[in-house]
């Protein structure tokens, strides 16, 4: 039985807005489907573990949701209270929704193999908490059901109060950091702060509120830009052009129409190695088996005599609106079966082609200064989001919780607080240490109070906020308008 469609109210981890504009009689409606600030990572105080779950579930759902929005039959409609009943359609909605789809489940897969950050080398809580920047408050708040001797090593005497003649210990019982607190009289944030110097239980389980570590072979959703090429992509987000093209051969209306597409054929070339059911290709990889996708040639070819102009067979497309990378090779293999993905790349990389804006590609974790030629300083916020096409930020909110992307020793202030990065730094611990709640509001007054801060860090990887899915209707029946709409 086919699932009933999820209506975009239901889609995890996304809000929607809308606004009202046009003429009284004929009014336009306008619908905004985002994800939400840090989709699919911890917020400032959740620890990574749930997340992960939570991610691992919206990948599923965004699977099912992007399959439905890929029904050729789809229409969509946008519904509004101006005029009960009336159903408004919205000219390319279906395409709109898919490629929001697409870019929200590979966001959510990136967030499901993320990994909570490393305690190897830390032998306190004050050393964890330096090195990670969290306070007290926010790492006992995370630990509180957590058994204290699971976090601390047994025996150990705690920090003794006022009055007190004989020092209480860890518990070797399952007693959690609360309820030990409890006993004390004081709160989990005390007990960590005024025992800072203990020692970690072997393999402590302190979960570590907010901070995640992203997968080295993690993506990120890539909205493409005017302007954009193979090239440009491929400084960006640290990779070659022929990666792009193998990991997205199916995207559709990738390319921009009328780019004429010439390769040179060499006698014995072998064509692309169609993908089985097993093979990593499936999965936007390229098979193991093909020297291809290192840009080498089959080693029979390696014994082959040069080839000449005269041996060479050139083959030619123009291509058209909607096309693939794989459709333009595979018009093009109808003329020679050697034509490789990974000559139509090399080819479209030559020309400088212009790939299409709108369409969404899957590209690992973009390189922060990518762009800049080899210059490696530290970057202000509004320097790292400029060649990606969101705002500052929901750049930083995508990464709030995500190492490597801060830089270190940079000092920030909101206010009266002032606080300095630390080495293993992230988003929504600064946020914590200045008082700060981690909403967009919270990050809108951390860059605007810092827009000259050179605070992240040049060569950290990031991911990118999937591009909101943009919806437009106009009704054809006069309605009056009480007042403006906007929620």
């Known amino acids: 039985m086919t699932p009933p ?3 975009t109210d239901a889609w995890p981890g996304a809000e929607s807005w809308y606004w009202i504009s046009g003429a009284e009689r004929r009014p336009t409606l306008t619908v905004s489907v985002s994800t939400q600030p840090g989709f699919g990572l911890p917020g400032p105080a959740e620890s990574p573990r749930p997340a992960v779950l939570r991610a691992a579930e919206q990948v599923e759902q965004y699977r099912l949701i992007r399959s439905q929005s890929e029904d050729p039959n789809l229409a969509v409609s946008l519904l509004s209270t101006l005029q009960p009943g009336l159903a408004m359609p919205v000219a390319e909605g279906a395409s709109a929704l898919r490629r929001f789809a697409r870019a929200a489940e590979v966001l959510a897969e990136t967030a499901a193999a993320a990994t909570p950050p490393s305690l190897t080398g830390i032998a306190t809580p004050g050393e964890l908490m330096d090195r990670y920047g969290l ?3 926010r790492l006992g708040a995370a630990n509180a059901d957590q058994p204290l001797n699971g976090l601390l090593a047994a025996g150990q005497p705690l920090a003794m109060r006022t009055g007190q003649i004989e020092p209480d210990t860890v518990p070797a019982d399952p007693s959690t950091l609360a309820q030990v607190a409890a006993r004390l009289g004081i709160t989990a944030e005390r007990l960590l702060e005024d025992n800072r110097s203990l020692r970690l239980a072997a393999d402590s389980t302190f979960a570590l509120p907010g901070i995640v570590a992203l997968a080295a072979d993690a993506r990120t959703p890539c909205p493409l830009q005017a302007g954009d090429t193979l090239a440009a992509l ?3 987000f640290g990779t070659t052009a022929r990666s792009i093209v193998a990991d997205n051969a199916e995207v559709s209306g990738v390319l921009q129409a009328g780019v004429h597409v010439e390769v040179s054929v060499v006698p014995g070339d072998e064509p692309d190695v ?10 936007g990889e390229p098979a193991e088996a093909s020297d291809e996708a290192d840009g080498e040639p089959a080693e029979a070819s390696d014994e082959a005599s040069p080839a000449t102009d005269d041996e060479m067979t050139t083959v030619s497309t123009d291509t058209v609106a909607g096309d693939s990378f794989r459709s333009v090779r595979d018009r093009l293999a109808e003329q020679h079966p050697g034509v490789t993905l990974g000559a139509v790349a090399d080819e479209l990389d030559r020309l400088g082609a212009v790939l299409a804006t709108g369409a969404v590609l899957s590209c690992p974790l973009a390189v922060l200064g990518g762009d800049r030629d080899g210059d490696a300083a530290p970057l202000t916020a509004a320097e790292a989001q400029a060649g990606h096409g969101c705002s500052a930020a929901a750049f930083v909110a995508a990464n709030a919780a995500v190492l490597g ?13 002032t606080t300095v990065t630390t080495e293993c730094d992230t988003v929504n611990a600064v946020l914590g240490r200045l008082g700060l709640d981690g909403g967009t509001a919270s990050i809108a007054q951390l860059l605007a109070d810092n827009a000259a801060a050179p605070m992240l860090r040049s060569g950290g990887r990031a991911v990118l906020p999937p591009p909101p899915a943009i919806l437009t209707a106009s009704s054809d029946v006069a309605v009056k308008l009480a007042a403006p709409a906007v929620r």
């Open 5 to 7: 469609l999820i209506r």
């Open 135 to 137: 306070t007290a408050g």
């Open 234 to 236: 491929a400084r960006r």
């Open 274 to 283: 169609e993908p089985s059911e097993t093979s990593d290709e499936a999965d």
């Open 405 to 417: 992307v801060l830089q270190p020793a940079v000092q920030l202030s909101v206010g009266a607080e």
